[in-house]
């Protein structure tokens, strides 16, 4: 295949024009908002209407209705549902609003149920579903509808209440939810007097900790800003006839953010918009653009400066949305790496405490997870891509590659690694995105030459699209992320720009007549199961590939 080199004024020109497409998307207040992008949730309109239906049927009926109505309207032809409207049907999805109808609705929505239901036989069950967790959420729901009887339901050990530090690390960001809906279980399972008894011990502690997230997040009724997780918390806490003010505090919430059309979105995700975004404008030569100015203030004003009590948490963290939101490893890390790449000292202070948090919150094998050190969940951590990014945020903030803290993580990296030199990630598609950001921090950390990176570099080069494009692995079709984030690794290891050059013109070939990239449903909700898009991580990822590829030219 013959590859012609860019053109200087054309790089230029795509660079120039998709920073002020980007620049679009930039509120007063410093944050890149997508939020038309992520709106509708089926999801979040599921645990709109599940915590309605146990809190509030008669006095939410109007609400219970509508939401009812769109989950119909919103069915797929093929009976199943997905994370997002429009998009295939996926399984966790279609199980969970096929119960949730039966349960608000079993008369009007019976075809819709059973089309969901038919849907999820051709699947192969709930079983079949590849995310244990997923499974147990949605056996909660089946059990809530009567699919389930309570004997089939495995029983929810609440004395792990008494000690914060294990249930910690068995539900981490799921205590909320998973102690709301044990609350309920054990009004609702038959138990033993024992049993019993374990579960009058922990009923304390575990509404202890569910009220230090509502409190910690100003008590507006929302848990994580999120109608899916407030959903299963309120439904929990209603079900157990307990906390009547905070369970009246979410229906109230609940009535406060439905969309006219009925629905429910996840929550926004600010923080995670606007890090890839002044990331992709910082790379490309926007740095010092004033713009960027009130991105920076965003950034220091949004780190938070209060322990996360009941995840054990210390301050110096960021989270996904807003200033009360979740701590969050990969925010953290890649808002790290933007502060960092800033001019002035403004800052200074908020990167110092942020690399506190990331040593504090490094587990004892060298990795890290998302917000619980050494949690031993599946789909929090220990996560390589998660890993890598810490790793380039200390070493960003100045943090030496010999450092005790880089060392572990990349020996922990190193044994992780896949047998064909791939990596994987938690909450991104994987194998592309996670495997370039381990080599690029391997060769940050001036390991480039070594067996973990070299196996990566191949991995990556094998997995190229014939186009010159990535997507996820070999022969996958191709997205703007995956390219983008493949290409600037690649350069960061070493390689020429010759050798991306195909992969180059493919992303200036994908370019919208905004001036803008689209993006795909690269980012994971729940791993394996649900996915959405992230517009300003394919904006970012494709202006931090040119400008590095503009930068490797020079």
Known sequence: MTTVQPEPDALDQAISEGAEALFLAQRADGVFDYCEDNLTSTLGTVGGLSALHHADPRGSADLIEAGAGWLRRTQNADGGWAMVPGLDSEAGPTAVSSAVLHLVD?????????????????????????????????????????????????????????????????????????????????????????????????????????????????????????????????????????????????????????????????GPLDAAWTMYAARGLAEAGYADDPRLAASTELFVRLQQHRPFLAFGCPPGYWGWAGTAGWPSTLETSEILSVLCRMPGDAQARSVELGVDWLTRLQDSRGSWGLCVRNTKVANSGPCPMTTAQAVDALLDSGIPADDSRVRRALNWLAKVQLPDGSFESVWYRHHTMATAAVLETFSKAGRAHEEPARRAKTWLEQARNPDGSWGDGHGAPATVEETGWAISGLLA????????????????????????????????????????????LAQGMALRALGRYRNALR
């Open 106 to 266: 079993p008369g009007g929505s019976a075809e819709a149920v059973r089309s969901g239901q038919r849907w999820m036989a051709d699947f192969g069950g709930l079983d079949a579903i590849p995310h244990p967790e997923v499974v147990s959420w949605c056996r909660q729901y089946y059990g809530f509808v009567g699919w389930l009887s309570h004997e089939e339901m495995r029983r929810f050990p609440l004395e792990v209440a008494l000690v914060p530090s294990l249930y910690r690390r068995l539900f981490d960001l799921r205590i909320p939810m998973a102690f709301a809906l044990g609350l309920a279980q054990a009004r609702h399972k038959p138990l033993n007097r024992f049993h019993r008894l374990l579960a009058r011990l922990g009923e304390a502690n575990a509404l202890k900790a569910i009220r230090q997230v509502h409190e910690h997040e100003g008590s507006t009724g929302a848990w994580c800003e999120n109608a899916w997780v407030t959903g299963l918390v309120c439904t929990g806490l209603a079900r157990a006839e307990l906390a009547p003010d905070l369970v009246d505090a979410a229906v109230k919430w609940f009535r406060k953010t439905m969309d006219p059309d009925g629905w429910w979105q996840t």
């Open 493 to 536: 290891a070493g390689a020429s720009p010759d050798s991306v050059r195909d992969g180059l013109n493919w992303l200036l070939h994908q370019r919208e007549p905004g001036g803008g990239w689209p993006s795909e449903s690269v980012n994971e909700y729940v791993r394996h199961v649900s996915r959405y898009s992230n517009p300003a």
